[in-house]
């Protein structure tokens, strides 16, 4: 099958696709993340449905209108990026298979999200406020333990004891199955070990359970933060806030940034380095005369 670009170049089509229904299929199918996969799903579902025409007749013009309508919407800023993004994401893989003669996303800017990481940032003692007001051991050691490892919530609710190694010398090596497929191993104290042995005796299934024996929910930890953050510090607390402070407090008492990248499972040191940007060390005038 051929396409045939405004500029009079015949594109082949790689993908093996004949509708737009196989070709989002394949390109979810592309996304190791199943997050990722149900989020961008319901992106190119609210998409197709306002555009309301095939993929090969989209324009420049009907992504800004788009744009126009999720700006219309009240959505957050980072849902409305996503969903940009989703976009995007979809009609590059269409050119990039050759299942679209160009790839008209590529004109279309999706709207910029401000850095507001340091506002994201608890401190020292902020931390400890948060724990104290929890009631529940269980929900204690579960901030101590998103603290104190930087896993996202989605990890943390997700591993089980078969993912954790004891150490001859004491402590553990978590086996985190994190974004894209990618697996890192995280060490833990005997001091964490023994917290969540505390909580689950058994060392069977998942480590962080209900008191009906069943794996905590994202949504579930994302509502306990959330109100103990209300209840301690005046303000909801997300739990991706933890992972924010393990790398901003670690980097500053000394923990080395490629130490701390590998723990977050970053893939390059520029993105946890934005932990030393948003929160700095030193000032200026630490090194200027002081008149």
């Excluded at 298979?97 to 850095?115: C, F, H, S």
């Excluded at 506002?119 to 929890?134: F, M, P, W």
């Excluded at 509502?223 to 924010?244: E, F, I, M």
């Excluded at 670690?250 to 948003?278: D, F, K, M, N, Q």
Aim: proline share 4%.
């Amino acid at each position: 099958m051929e396409l045939v670009p405004q500029r009079g170049v015949a594109v082949t089509n790689w993908s093996g696709c004949d509708t737009d229904t196989k070709l989002i299929e394949l390109w979810l199918d592309s996304k190791a993340s199943a997050g990722t996969r149900a989020q961008y799903a319901r992106a190119i579902r609210h998409f197709m449905q306002v555009v309301g025409k095939p993929l090969r007749a989209v324009t420049l013009e009907d992504l800004r209108d788009y744009g126009k309508v999720l700006a219309g919407m009240r959505l957050s800023l980072s849902t409305r990026r996503l969903r940009q993004m989703a976009v995007k994401s979809l009609l590059s893989f269409g050119a990039r298979t050759g299942y679209l003669a160009m790839d008209v996303g590529r004109a279309w800017q999706a709207e910029k999200i401000p850095n507001t990481l340091s506002r994201r940032i608890l401190s020292e003692g902020e931390v400890l406020q948060l724990i104290q007001a929890a009631k529940r051991e269980r929900d204690k050691t579960l901030i101590r333990f998103l603290y104190r490892t930087g896993l996202r919530v989605s990890e943390a609710v997700n591993l089980t004891w078969a993912d954790i190694r004891e150490l001859d010398e004491g402590g553990a090596v978590i086996a985190v199955h994190g974004k894209g497929g990618k697996t890192r191993h995280i060490r833990i104290s005997a001091k964490t070990l023994a917290a969540l042995t505390a909580l689950n005796p058994t060392r069977q299934g998942h480590v962080f359970i209900s008191q009906k024996r069943n794996p905590l929910s994202v949504q579930r930890v994302r509502s306990l933060l959330a109100s103990l953050g209300r209840k301690a510090l005046g303000k909801p607390v997300s739990p991706h806030w933890l992972r924010h402070c393990m790398a901003t407090h670690s980097l500053r008492r000394g923990y080395p940034i490629a130490e701390v990248a590998a723990t977050l499972g970053h893939g390059s040191l520029a993105v946890t380095s934005r932990y030393l940007h948003a929160n700095p060390i030193t000032s200026p005038e630490d090194f200027l005369p002081d008149f």
